[in-house]
């Protein structure tokens, strides 16, 4: 398996040190999610390089075209993962959340729902991406929107309408706590952008985001995903790892 290769073989020798001064970007514009490099693209393998700032994350998607493939942390910051899955209602619901650091590894498989960021405040990361397969055609899911869509340029936030295809309608995605922390991005991603940005944008403005995460409707939602994870008489989580991912949210 290619995170293996990372971890044990040829990729473990890898360092920050060896790509960050030729591949490195850290001061990538607004325009872009993160810094993107291709260093290597050969048949079926892809090997990118990308770096993310305060704030960068994906949007929760699938690379539907690889057949699998492995991130490694370069650092000097960290990472988080989130990993989602359908639950019992048909709800799209994170099912795990970590931080990872330099030198980590986490293997990425072809329908894997996932997104990952830096959460952190300040600094920078590097991550090191490998790929058996395209990474063009990525399944991207607007959980504000209600949509899913396909892009070939990275799986992000309000990318421009015309980088989207196959938009396909999708009622009802997500539990409240996932609902609420894709939002949220949504909107951190929104308002970093310029205005020449937001309008190439598919994405409605901040307020309206904010809006929609905090109607009404959503107050029974919210009480729906408590009450799933909280004793009815002694008020404690009963399930700890949904709590955290509730809290982060």
Same mark, same amino acid.
Not at 52 to 55: A, H, I, L, R, S
């Given at each position: 398996k290619i995170a293996q290769v990372l971890r044990h073989g040829t990729?473990?020798?890898? /360092?920050?040190?060896?790509?960050?001064t030729e591949w490195g970007n850290p001061d990538h514009s607004t325009a872009a999610s993160t810094g993107y490099k291709r260093i290597f693209v050969?048949?079926?393998?892809? #090997?990118m390089l990308m770096s993310?700032?305060?704030?960068d994350v994906s949007s929760i998607h699938m690379?539907?075209? /690889?057949?699998?493939?492995?991130?490694? #942390?370069?650092?000097p910051g960290c990472m988080q993962l989130r990993?989602?899955?359908?639950?019992?209602?048909?709800?799209?619901?994170?099912?795990?959340?970590?931080?990872?650091?330099?030198?980590?590894?986490w293997e990425v498989q072809r329908d894997m729902m996932h997104a990952m960021g830096m959460k952190q405040s300040s600094g920078h990361c590097f991550t090191l991406h490998v790929y058996?397969?395209?990474?063009?055609?990525?399944?991207?899911?607007?959980?504000?929107?209600?949509?899913?869509?396909?892009?070939?340029?990275?799986?992000?936030?309000?990318?421009?309408?015309?980088?989207?295809?196959?938009?396909?309608?999708?009622?009802?995605?997500?539990?409240?706590? /996932?609902?609420?922390?894709?939002?949220?991005?949504?909107?951190?991603? #929104?308002?970093m952008m310029t205005s020449e940005e937001r309008a190439r944008s598919a994405s409605p403005p901040a307020s309206d #985001?904010?809006?929609?995460l905090f109607a009404p409707e959503r107050r029974e939602e919210f009480w729906r995903d408590v009450e799933r994870i909280v004793h009815p008489d002694t008020?404690?989580?009963?399930?700890t790892a949904q709590w955290r991912i509730m809290c982060d949210a």
């Open positions: 990729g473990a020798s890898v /360092t920050l040190d060896d790509v960050q050969s048949g079926d393998v892809e #090997i993310w700032g305060p704030g690379n539907s075209m /690889t057949r699998g493939g492995a991130v490694k #942390i370069l650092g990993t989602l899955q359908l639950d019992a209602r048909c709800l799209l619901r994170t099912t795990s959340l970590s931080t990872h650091g330099a030198g980590d590894v058996v397969g395209s990474t063009r055609g990525a399944r991207v899911l607007n959980l504000v929107a209600q949509t899913t869509s396909s892009t070939d340029v990275g799986a992000f936030h309000a990318l421009p309408s015309d980088h989207l295809y196959g938009v396909t309608a999708t009622p009802n995605l997500a539990d409240f706590p /996932t609902l609420l922390q894709d939002g949220s991005e949504l909107c951190a991603r #929104i308002l #985001i904010t809006q929609k008020g404690h989580a009963t399930d």
